[in-house]
């Protein structure tokens, strides 16, 4: 799939501007720390200046295409899941992207599963720094 190889090389430029276009909308993000989604084009793009900062020696290794059905209404929808690996903090994380696409082709659903359960961990608390430190989220009641 087209979109698949564009954010993929996107991602490994580390190149923000050129994932905007690859989202719809209403893209909802599925975060490995957080249950409630990520919601809309505004609030993924700036988790992704967070990831994309985050993480270190960021590589895909594979891709894998099919159909998955999809949250939002339980229709099948073409699929791809790419696996990484990359460092967060000192910490080895292998990982999944999987990236669901609307009819024209845009990612209208993109799910992130991480382990070992301590890099989930590290990466949970990287990004809400990180995440936090843009303004996109309020800081811990205990900071």
């Given at each position: 799939?087209?979109?698949?190889?564009?954010?993929?090389?996107?991602?490994?430029?580390?190149?923000l501007?050129?994932?905007?276009?690859?989202f719809?909308?209403?893209?909802?993000?599925?975060?490995?720390?957080?249950?409630?989604?990520?919601?809309?084009?505004?609030?993924?793009?700036?988790?992704?200046?967070?990831?994309?900062?985050?993480?270190?020696?960021?590589?895909?290794?594979?891709?894998?295409?099919?159909?998955?059905?999809?949250?939002?209404?339980?229709?099948?929808?073409?699929?791809?899941?790419?696996?990484?690996?990359?460092?967060?903090?000192?910490?080895?994380?292998?990982?999944?992207?999987q990236l669901?696409?609307?009819?024209?082709?845009?990612?209208?659903?993109?799910?992130?599963?991480?382990?070992?359960?301590?890099?989930?961990?590290?990466?949970?608390?990287?990004?809400?720094?990180?995440?936090?430190?843009?303004?996109?989220?309020?800081?811990?009641?205990?900071?």
């Amino acid at each position: 799939m087209e979109t698949a190889e564009r954010f993929r090389a996107a991602v490994e430029k580390r190149d923000l501007a050129a994932l905007e276009d690859l989202f719809t909308e209403d893209i909802r993000f599925y975060s490995p720390v957080k249950f409630p989604p990520f919601e809309g084009r505004p609030m993924v793009m700036g988790l992704f200046g967070v990831l994309l900062s985050t993480f270190e020696d960021l590589r895909y290794i594979g891709h894998f295409e099919g159909t998955a059905e999809t949250t939002t209404d339980g229709d099948e929808a073409p699929s791809v899941i790419l696996p990484f690996r990359a460092v967060v903090r000192g910490k080895q994380i292998h990982g999944i992207d999987q990236l669901q696409f609307d009819e024209a082709g845009r990612v209208k659903e993109f799910t992130v599963m991480v382990r070992p359960q301590s890099a989930v961990q590290v990466l949970g608390q990287a990004v809400l720094d990180g995440l936090v430190a843009a303004g996109l989220a309020p800081a811990p009641a205990d900071q």
